[in-house]
């Protein structure tokens, strides 16, 4: 199953990447929401080979979350597999210049199911797709909206 969603910004290319790929930020908002998370593999610069483990509440239950960085790809994408339980999960991001001042941002999720209770699960999702579709497009508009704020923050205070 895949989904999308995408948004403009009014911002340079470079900085919405530069937003996109500040994994400790991530981290952050991540735990605030009661998610614990551990970088597992580090790497110096940052690229693929990153990886996590936390520990979230899905579907009303705690699930291991496993999850490694694949591709870097400054300043046009990214993108993270994870795996949950029988669920490996895509994500991806691709950040593209429309202006100088303008960038769009499109994100992917694609699930598969490896076990035959995941493929339940995943027909089940299906079943509401719309709604896996409207959660993706509400978290990509909130963390384009903290973005645009940081900015503006910057902005007055430089």
């Known amino acids: ?19 996109a790929s500040d994994f400790a930020a991530a981290e952050a908002r991540l735990a605030a929401r009661g ?8 790497r ?14 899905l579907r009303g239950r705690l699930r291991d979350i496993r999850s490694e960085l694949t591709v870097l790809d400054p300043p046009s994408g990214l993108a993270i597999r994870s795996r949950i339980g029988g669920i490996e ?29 995941a493929q339940l699960v995943l027909q089940a999702l299906r079943l ?9 497009e509400r978290g990509l508009s909130a963390w384009a909206e903290a973005v645009a704020a940081d900015q503006r923050r910057r902005g007055s205070a430089g």
Not at 1 to 19: C, E, G, H, W, Y
Not at 103 to 117: D, F, H, P, Q
Request: glycine share 8%.
């Open 1 to 19: 199953m895949k989904v999308s969603a995408r948004i403009d910004l009014d911002l340079p290319q470079a900085t919405v990447f530069a937003a």
């Open 35 to 42: 998610v614990e998370i551990t970088r597992t593999a580090d």
């Open 44 to 57: 110096s610069p940052p690229g693929p080979g990153i990886a996590w483990s936390s520990r979230a509440r």
């Open 89 to 117: 999960a895509t994500f991806d991001l691709r950040v593209m210049a429309l202006a100088a001042g303008r960038t769009r941002v499109i994100a992917g999720l694609g699930l598969r199911a490896t076990t035959l209770k």
């Open 128 to 136: 509401g797709k719309g709604r896996v579709r409207a959660r993706l």
